[in-house]
């Protein structure tokens, strides 16, 4: 496969600016194209006021960049192409987390002119927040490991660290055990997730289990969480009347596999602490059938797939008219 | 409304993929170029893929999708053949089931299951395997109306066709028909000689100049029957393949006096004049057809395509005879053309779209630059990331001038520019170039980069406003699909006379100097050029250029970018790779410049040479 990242030395990657691929994928493949700075976006960010659009800026990983389908299906394009109003820019990076999604925000957007800024925090993120590594799968199918830029909390303050991160891939076996623990492979098990993903047993095994996929957010006192609701925390106070954060559920709470009480919870605890908006797109999606829910994401991939662009973006496009409209009565 | 059109040619040999929009040719790609398997005859899933990339159009937006031939067809060849050749036949009829009735009948599935979609009519259409290279030949052809002449190994059931091509419209008007094929012919000779049927022709036709053509008689008694119109019939109690999986049979053997040679012994006299005699029955057929079309049609153009019209020997022989006035020759004139033929075919002959030449005069092929490229931001990505050494050059003038200067200093250079070729030949996107002054730049070429030595000289690239300083030439030959003989005035004494009839003293003869360009001069003093337009390939004719500045030699050596028996090089990757494998100096990709002194060690799979099977 055609190489498509580029190393960043703050947020650690990004796309080629100005790649046009296709990208093979069990649907068949997707288009995927970049912008000048690098955003898996149609358009050149303009970083001044210009337009009279509405100007939303979107954040998150690769749900937002849209793994699985063209830029056209993603759900901040649907948006622009059902109003004409709204200018929506992506800055989704896939494989990244919150920690690199901020990192973003402040070298990129911090200085545009915006209307609302929507962050899209698939609820995995806590995860990536806390490793320092991920591995990178190359051109020709061998799997390297980079340096993640990750915070780390100091005296209550967030302090950045691995930025610059290096070039070059590091070799884990002088990493001691505990940063050995800090690389991110992707999910809890990857192993057993393959595994079971590719024997469909997977729906399965969480019944009988009933697994609690993410215990981070079981306590407020939690490590991972205290770091997540730090950086939001950080993040939101750029503005918080025109920042909002999306808790975007993985499958197993759509399709009921997990109850997702708890980071609802954490969630909304944090909305209240930095008085800003939490929009909980989880009920929307629950008014359809279990077999509609299904198809939000692919048969293997767990990417969403067009129609689950469809549906979060009808879920948002509600929430968008509302936030207007609060604006204009305002 | 203009037309998006998914050509697939597969599962014989070279599958490729090519889509048109409008009449435009968008990309065309050998699957081999993305698989790293040379002549990879698969679903061409990786070509299918960067068709769409390029086009940037989703599947759903296809208007339609063709198969380059009817399997239906060639399953129906195969069938007759088994029943007319009795019991012999089975061996062959059991090895082509699993590829004609288990693979080509599921070719719909295949397409479905692999893009999603069948596109807007929701239905795969087949072209027709010598429509799908007459239109090839003919729609890019830069005429309102030409006579075509197909001719190949075997398609379905016809091997040769000749039809008349006008404005939109393709006509066929007579067909040859299997087992009777020029193609096969040849392709049972290049079997008997030692070389690899479907590849090896072309070193055939290489070997062709040791020697002479005294079994020409032999042939044309024996084998093959030619008519004055130049239409033909083999004598099939010779060839094997009618009845068994080998080309050749005993009957063959005897008549030229011995068993095939070993394709890692010697060469002897007897493949040299076998070879030279079989060019010549070629010749002698191809003229006569051509004669004859002329004739029969009135045309003033001739378009030619079919693997046979890769013999640019032949193809240089018809130009000269002045038998037609022009000729334009498709340069992915194998298989893989089939895909780009079959879109065509579609446009125009099912959704009857206008057909415009290209304003210019020109053909439409676009130099044959279909397939990838790779922006200087994707480059610099893929140097980053792996911390390779470079130096970029964003000045076009300084950057030619530099490479130019390390070519007048016998400096090889693997030059990688702008979208890679569609066809088998490197022109000068995807190639490896050198000095052709040089006596050095052939022994150094082979030995050190293609890991083999060769009888065959290399292939000069020259100044199109120039060729004619160099070649008796006064044509363009854009795809180096044209031999023409080296000026006489360059020429050095020479005389081929008696060599001891082995390998190595056919190399040591063709090492000899012949010409004050003899890396690219052929003992017969023949040359495979192609000719660079400003037009079709400015970063390449600008290096040619500067090269004419400092050498006042408006001519280089140029052989496809990759070692023995690999498929060209398609991404930075793979040139990267090629560099680091073999004594390629200077690496350029697009406007970064590689040397290889600076390169880190490059830590390689012990057995890389073994991924590449011998061509
Ligand atoms: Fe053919």
Redesign the pocket.
């Known amino acids: 496969m055609a190489q498509i990242f580029e190393y960043h030395p703050v947020f650690g990657y990004r796309f080629i600016p100005g790649v046009k691929a296709r990208v093979l994928h069990e649907d068949g493949g997707y288009l995927v194209k970049a912008n000048n700075v690098g955003f898996r976006c149609n358009r050149d960010f303009n970083t001044k006021n210009g337009t009279d659009k509405f100007r939303i800026l979107v954040f998150g990983d690769s749900f937002t960049a849209g793994d699985g389908v063209s830029n056209s299906f993603r759900f901040t394009d649907l948006l622009e192409k059902y109003n004409d109003n709204l200018e929506v820019y992506n800055f989704g990076l896939p494989g990244s987390g919150t920690d690199q999604q901020y990192l973003i925000f402040k070298e990129y957007a911090a200085n545009t002119s915006y209307d609302l800024i929507i962050i899209n925090v698939l609820v995995e993120n806590i995860r990536r927040i806390v490793s320092h590594y991920r591995n990178f799968i190359d051109g020709e199918g061998n799997m390297k490991i980079f340096m993640k830029p990750y915070f780390a909390i100091d005296n209550g303050g967030l302090i950045l660290k691995n930025v610059p991160p290096d070039k070059e891939p590091i070799d884990i076996s002088k990493l001691d055990s505990e940063e050995r623990r800090k690389i991110d492979f992707g999910g809890r098990f990857p192993q057993l997730r393959n595994f079971l993903i590719k024997n469909n047993y997977e729906s399965i095994f969480h019944k009988l289990t009933r697994w609690k996929p993410y215990p981070e957010y079981d306590k407020e006192n939690n490590d991972s969480w205290q770091l997540m609701k730090s950086i939001l925390k950080d993040w939101v106070s750029f503005n918080n009347k025109k920042i909002v954060i999306v808790p975007f559920p993985h499958y197993y709470y759509t399709e009921g596999l997990s109850d997702p009480v708890n980071y609802l919870k954490r969630f909304s605890e944090l909305g209240k602490e930095s008085n800003c908006d939490i929009w909980n797109p989880l009920p929307y999606f629950n008014e359809l059938s279990l077999q509609e829910r299904r198809k939000f994401r692919f048969e293997k991939d767990v990417h969403p797939t067009k129609y689950g662009h469809e549906v979060f973006s009808n879920y948002l496009r509600d929430k968008i008219n509302s936030f207007m409209n609060n604006i204009k009565l305002n | 409304m203009g037309k998006n059109i998914l050509g697939i040619s597969a599962f014989y040999h070279d599958s490729a993929a090519a889509i048109i929009s409008n009449g435009e040719i968008i990309a065309a790609a050998q699957e081999e170029r993305f698989s790293r398997k040379k002549h990879d005859p698969r679903f061409p899933i990786n070509a299918i893929n960067y068709c769409l990339q390029e086009a940037f159009i989703e599947p759903g937006e296809l208007d339609a999708i063709v198969f380059y031939d009817n399997p239906l067809r060639s399953f129906d060849r195969i069938i007759k053949n088994f029943i007319m050749t009795g019991e012999n036949g089975l061996a062959q009829f059991e090895k082509a089931i699993p590829s004609i009735l288990g693979v080509k009948l599921w070719i719909q599935d295949y397409v479905k299951n692999s893009i999603g979609t069948l596109g807007k009519i929701d239905k795969l259409l087949y072209s027709e ?1 010598h429509l799908s ?1 007459a239109a090839s030949a003919f729609y890019p052809s830069p005429f309102d109306n030409a006579a075509i002449i197909t001719i ?2 075997v ?1 379905e059931w016809s091997t040769s066709t000749i039809g008349i091509g006008n404005g939109n419209k393709i006509e066929m008007l007579k067909e040859i028909n299997y087992p009777h094929s020029l193609g096969l012919l040849y392709s049972a000779i290049t079997y008997y000689c030692g070389f690899k049927v479907n590849s090896g022709e072309y070193k055939l036709m290489g070997l062709a100049p040791y020697g002479k053509p005294e079994y020409f008689d032999l042939i044309l008694d024996n084998l093959i029957d030619v008519k004055d119109d130049g239409s033909y019939m083999l004598n099939t109690e010779y060839f094997g393949y009618l009845d068994s999986l080998k080309m050749t049979n005993d009957k063959f053997n005897s008549l030229f006096g011995g068993n095939p040679r070993d394709p890692e012994s010697r060469i002897t006299y007897r493949e040299m004049n076998i070879a030279a005699s079989i060019q010549k029955v070629l010749e002698y057929v191809m003229l006569k057809m051509a004669k004859y079309v002329r004739k029969d049609t009135g045309m003033e153009n001739l378009v030619l395509a ?2 046979v019209a890769l013999n640019c020997v032949s193809n240089g022989l018809i130009l000269k005879e002045k038998i037609f006035d022009n000729i334009w020759i498709q340069p992915a004139a ?2 893989a053309g ?1 895909a780009l033929g079959s879109a065509l075919a579609i446009n125009y002959l099912y959704f009857s779209q206008e057909r415009k030449l290209n304003p210019t005069g020109r053909d439409s092929q676009k130099g044959s630059y279909l397939g990838p490229a790779f922006s200087n931001n994707e480059i610099q990505a893929f140097l980053d990331r792996n911390d390779y050494p470079y130096e970029r050059i964003e000045n076009g003038d300084t950057r030619f001038t530099k490479i130019a200067e390390a070519l007048s200093e016998g400096k090889i250079v693997g030059y990688f520019g702008g979208r890679m070729e569609f066809g088998p030949r490197a022109l000068g996107a995807r190639s490896i170039i050198g000095d052709p002054r040089n006596i050095e730049t052939q022994s150094k070429m082979n030995l050190k980069i293609k890991y083999r030595e060769s009888f065959r000289p290399f292939a000069p690239s020259a100044l199109a406003e120039d060729v004619s300083k160099y070649f008796e030439m006064d044509v363009e030959s854009p795809y180096m699909l044209l031999v023409a003989p080296v000026k006489e005035e360059r020429r050095l004494p020479f005389d081929l006379g008696n060599f001891l009839d082995n390998d190595d003293d056919m190399i040591r003869i063709v090492n000899k100097a012949r010409s004050d360009i003899p890396a690219i001069t052929h003992v017969d003093y023949s040359a495979r050029v192609q000719t660079v337009n400003i037009l079709d390939k400015p970063d390449y004719h600008n290096i040619i250029k500067k090269f004419k500045e400092i050498t006042g030699y408006g001519v280089i050596v140029n052989t496809s970018f990759n070692v023995r028996g690999e498929p060209i090089v398609c991404t930075p990757l793979d040139a990267y790779k090629c560099f680091m494998r073999s004594d390629i100096d200077i690496l350029v990709l697009e406007e970064y410049i590689l040397h290889k002194t600076n390169q880190p060690n490059y830590k390689d799979k012990e057995n890389w040479k073994e991924e590449y099977e011998l061509d």
């Open positions: 395997h290279h190949d190994g398609g079919g693997g194998g298989d089939g």
